[in-house]
């Protein structure tokens, strides 16, 4: 299977970040994660995305916050699907870091997931992959079954809470 | 190779979305283009959504604007990868499009592309179904070079523009 | 008296709710309480919505945050009328929710209430259901001369807590 | 029936409110359309919301722009259920509307529609009073089919247009 | 000297209303405190605005969150000058109570000051009464030069402050 | 009487500001008009602000655009009352300037009205100068009945115009 | 004297980048303008911006649009002040670019005028240079005295324009 | 070498400003901190702007919060690039501050960093005086490179922590 590059624009971004590793692990995908800063090693940014197809990636994760520009660099050097993740930081809620990842210009799209949505980047990952493999496709019905059985326990359960108020 | 789906909520959307029609002919990709209101037409968005894996679609793509709901009600139905692509209505300049599309709950993501950007949403889909497809994945990588060449002329022609001003 | 039908998105939004729960009691407004999903138990929202009028609810509220697609996605399968309630998440102050609510496509309208105002949502519902019951306009109008006394109270009181400034 | 009152802040306000009364013809809802305004005759707001009920009215439509708060003024004098229509202005894009119109404390809600959709708040006024009025909401039955049809036809003419691109 | 009312939509509001009463006490200027709201007792707001010049008040502050309609409704009845002061609720930032009561339509305005900002809200009034009043003409000139003096005496300080950093 | 200054940051905003010239006008309020730039012309702005009360005025409307310190500004040399005047740009739809304007730091208030509500600065103006001066109060209590006999004129005219939508 | 840099994007913010051109002219300033995508042409942005000090370069503007990440591109590659000038695109108002511009996190800042404001962009640059050059320093000098004649003038011819309203 | 001035509004802004102060100390930079309000000590804020250059200072870094005019002020006063810096403050997440600060008019920029990134103003300092000061220029060459080994450092560590999720 094609593994699942996770990178981050800063190791403090990994608390978030980390729903994602979690989820892929669930999922029995291959990845690697990474810290790779778009503006203070953007070098190794570069490097990393031109070899990404042929080192065996198949989707990047990208997570950043603030200005960030990290999703957009790596789909600048790659034809790869780049998973954007806005990070939210101190001021502005994350619609910084969400206009700045899905705002791409035409002709470089950056596939964005919602504002510290780790679990969902690592989800839509695992769809793309399953475009092509059935067992990961079955692996994320069983999921999507287990979403809904979840609900529905606690739909049953909800009475008794809502009798008690 | 497997279909993208162009669905979009109304035919009013066509003007835009028609860049990623253009888009997904100009890469050689089959496609099939719906007009399916997941408010207006919930069951038919059901029903193509249950149904498109198993009827030879690898993508979809979902436009529409304002309360955006299309592209969360059919990821709600399928595990393939859905692409949002908020549409700009005639208030809030596409904001409510584009957060009640990227927005998803923990367990359903949409890959979501910028406001309009329709080309984006036809690359992205182009981009996952070359995961597993070689042929495709060179095509993207020759798009990616006419587009750099494109600049590159444009970079050229500049001087002469600037001397004039 | 017909039923009031209060849904949450996830169970996690009820210690909002719960404020909408207990009003309905305080007016003897009988009503159900539910867990249903738009995105991960879409089929009971569906089935719920299609047979709400024939089951004797006759107005449904629906909470949920972020894309908040429940409040749409009941209202495309009823014609009843359909309370939206925003519920504020982690990200965006309870905008994303609201936005999404709110901006329903022309056909299928969404009566939205405050971000997070539970208590509104039911007393909307009373008022719905009021249109035709005389006892229970005539509940609202002392609830309505209640909080007015209330405030009235309290504007007697100001005036030895000012000079203690 | 009883009858529905469409009042607008402003006559300039009466090109979009068109639509609602529009609505309420096709739907053969008795209507009253007023011009009063919050900030300008505000007695006759008081006078109007005081005795609607009294004078067969079963719901209120409320339009106003910027600092809209004709539909708070009215439900603070009234227990019918009141619908909030927000109207762009010339600034700020309809989120000042917006935000006044539905953001209502605890205690006083306001059936708040989309920016502008004045179709929505009159099909919010039909569906409140088909509650208790089978005619009615067989009319809404009818209304969504055909609206449902429309869409279906307009997905069957794409093929066509899309082929052309 | 004409006297200063100081209203407020909730006695929740006090904590933040508070430093309006204490700026009004430091000039000695004379002031009511009052508790009313525009949508709980719309009357007494009527009843207060109405009478409030023959009264004796030269100034009313109007200071309320959310969809902040008080001091609207309160301008909507009286020619006096009416402050508007938006209080921050728990979701939007104050964004909502400032836009509802700064956007006022054309022929009655509300002089809006900065959120939560009930010390200049006291301080407007005092420049308000002072246009007549050369007393307190001369105690707001004192009141500016000792702020300059504070900010002056900081700036002293701060080399020290920050040889430590 | 005292004088009303009008200031505007640039003379491209006169064509909103107008409104306030005819307003002042039709209640015959003496007035100046002035263009002040608070960044090209600092100096200018400081010496007016300083002679303000001594040279007669009363109260001050500022307008300005974009990052909008004119009022600010004005405000921080004199205590008389400043209206701050938001003028709408080319981008930002005026946010920028409302917030430049009304979020004023403790201390140095700015009395602000709706984005390019020049009658409004006015009227508000005529409501400061009519705290001490009967006549114009007066006035305005003529102009706001005018203001009303006009909203019911139009109720009475809607009717017909209703009937043949 | 060092160079400006003036890189755009995309030829297409050459409308708006050519009043940077026109004020550079103005001043004298030797200038190169280019057309460099951050996302299309990045390793021509990345060798430009390495160079850039060694080619004689002192300052580099840099213009982008939507997720605006030029300037933060080319920041990452040199430490000469590179200053950033949001553009506005189709939908968001240039707020996308300007927050994808500004918010630029530790260690890497963007120097960020206005959305837009291309002379700002160049007389900026032309102030950085003007910190070791006291001829353009006097250059600056004279236009800022201009600029205040500019608006003098304006202020001498606006009392006729006044009395003719 | 020239020196950096680091003004800011209150001496309440100190702790996030003491970030500029002790980068500029890490960079050897001579430096000078005030405090100076456009508001509460006009006058100072002119006298020392425009003494600025004479003085020998070659930037300047203008700290404030929400109706932030400081750095607008001082920069109507000199022709010295005048760095910005947006404090955020109790309300509006520092978009009032950003925008108050950023959207100069034409003719008076203001170099705009980050909400709060003090350190990067003071980096944008830096890296002005470094153009014509070559020994800075390779202090700031050796900052970059630390950081970008800070970065791969915490890339190198980032397996093992990745592993124990």
């Known amino acids: 299977m094609k593994k699942v590059a996770v990178i981050m624009g800063s190791d403090s971004d990994l608390p978030v970040v980390a729903g994602a590793v979690r989820q892929l692990k669930d999922f029995g995908i291959p990845f690697e994660a990474r810290v790779?800063?778009?503006h203070r090693t953007p070098e190794a940014a570069e490097k990393f995305a031109k070899s990404a197809r042929g080192n065996g990636f198949g989707v990047i994760i990208a997570a950043?916050?603030?200005?960030a520009h990290l999703a957009g660099v790596i789909a600048a050097y790659t034809t790869l699907p780049v998973i954007g993740l806005p990070i939210k930081s101190s001021t502005m809620d994350g619609l910084d870091s969400l206009l700045s990842i899905v705002q791409m210009p035409s002709g470089v799209p950056v596939a964005t997931v919602a504002i510290g949505a780790a679990d969902n980047a690592a989800i839509l990952a695992a769809q793309i992959l399953a475009v092509s493999d059935e067992g990961l496709a079955a692996r994320l019905n069983e999921f999507k079954e287990k979403m809904a059985l979840t609900v529905m326990e606690k739909d049953k359960?909800?009475?008794?809470e809502v009798d008690n108020l």
């Open 64 to 67: 950043a916050g603030k200005a």
């Open 36 to 38: 790779i800063s778009a």
């Open 157 to 160: 359960k909800l009475q008794s």
